[in-house]
């Protein structure tokens, strides 16, 4: 039997499953699984603002140029939820991200604009689980598009992959809970380069590839982690060893990074742009969990770059100018938002 220490310091048994704790978004008290959650109404009064709910951090290090900060509907559970693994639309730039605790999607566009929301919790077509089984309270939520505007989603709660077509209409869904191939304990990281889905599981401690009609391909034990899919296809995952490029369909690991190390620090999210750089996270591994900096990692020179300011999950402009960050809610971000600042030329 596995077991595993989440943010409040528990333990959660999982049977039969492996285990391997990459990360794990904490907050506050969440829901069941089993507790009915309904989104709130779009409404047209939310507006983005150039002021942060923080005041700048006491780092030595320089801070990004923050575009705009941006909410959407209230909490319909009555909780601050977390904002969990943003993802752009290729078709629109909109930029969408997982409302964990409320099980729902915000959708933003490129200025902030909140736009709508899109799904609510159940366990049907279209609907959601976010919050994470595996570890309490845990939120999650994570989702890719394809080039062509199809989107996946990683529905954790409910031990799934679901597609969507470019219209954001609902075509299949994938997975049960379980360790054989096809199943899912705690889908917690999904990418997708249009030929593949990769699906990386934080309980059973693997990554699975499939074909993006559900059919399994295959699993690499120990290679779950954050993960992402540069704008040429080509799959990284990050853990605490290291960063592994992949060949097309995960066949085989073609590069290794090691990127710099943090004291008492974890590195999370992973987001990769179309001129050769990766992007990450530097999370305390101590409460209250800050973000202690957003680094940038060119892969051709080593050369790192680094800012105070970050969150937990993120997502890149292809270009590389700009950066989406999300976050649980902690005393750093006290308020769940979804961020974007400029990135400066080296």
């Not at 309270?137 to 679901?162: E, H, S, W, Y």
């Not at 559900?214 to 899919?229: D, P, Q, S, Y």
């Not at 990692?297 to 680094?306: E, I, N, Q, S, Y």
């Amino acid at each position: 039997m596995g077991t595993r220490v989440d943010r409040a310091g528990g333990l959660v048994a999982l049977a039969c499953l492996a285990l391997s704790v990459v990360g794990c978004s904490g907050g506050p008290a969440a829901s069941s699984a089993g507790e009915a959650q309904t989104p709130g109404v779009p409404s047209t009064s939310v507006t983005a603002t150039k002021q942060p709910t923080t005041a700048p951090t006491a780092s030595p290090l320089p801070m990004l140029d923050l575009l705009w900060e941006s909410a959407g509907v209230p909490a319909a559970s009555g909780r601050a939820p977390d904002t969990y693994s943003p993802a752009i639309d290729p078709l629109t730039g909109d930029v969408w991200v997982a409302v964990s605790f409320d099980s729902i999607i915000w959708i933003f566009g490129k200025d902030g604009t909140f736009k709508n929301t899109f799904g609510h919790y159940g366990k049907g077509d279209g609907e959601f689980s976010f919050v994470r089984p595996t570890c309490t309270p845990c939120g999650a939520g994570a989702m890719a598009f394809a080039k062509d505007g199809t989107l996946f989603v990683a529905d954790v709660g409910n031990q799934r992959i679901q597609k969507f077509d470019p219209k954001h209409k609902f075509v299949k869904a994938w997975g049960s809970f379980g360790a054989g191939d096809g199943q899912f304990a705690d889908a917690n990281q999904i990418a997708t380069d249009g030929t593949f889905v990769y699906v990386s599981d934080d309980a059973r401690g693997d990554l699975q590839v499939f074909k993006t009609d559900g059919t399994f391909v295959r699993k690499i034990v120990g290679g779950e982690g954050w993960l992402a899919v540069d704008p040429s296809g080509t799959l990284y995952v990050s853990n605490r060893a290291g960063v592994s490029k992949y060949s097309a369909g995960a066949v085989s690991v073609v590069a290794t990074y090691k990127l710099p190390d943090f004291p008492r620090a974890s590195l999370i999210g992973l987001a990769a742009d179309g001129a050769g750089h990766l992007y990450y996270d530097a999370q305390a591994d101590d409460r209250p969990y800050v973000t202690l900096a957003l680094g940038e990692f060119d892969l051709a020179t080593g050369k790192v770059r680094l800012w105070a300011n970050g969150g937990e999950t993120i997502a890149v402009t292809a270009d590389g100018t700009g950066i989406y960050e999300a976050n649980f809610v902690t005393s750093a971000w006290p308020k769940a938002t979804l961020r974007k600042y400029a990135i400066p030329k080296p």
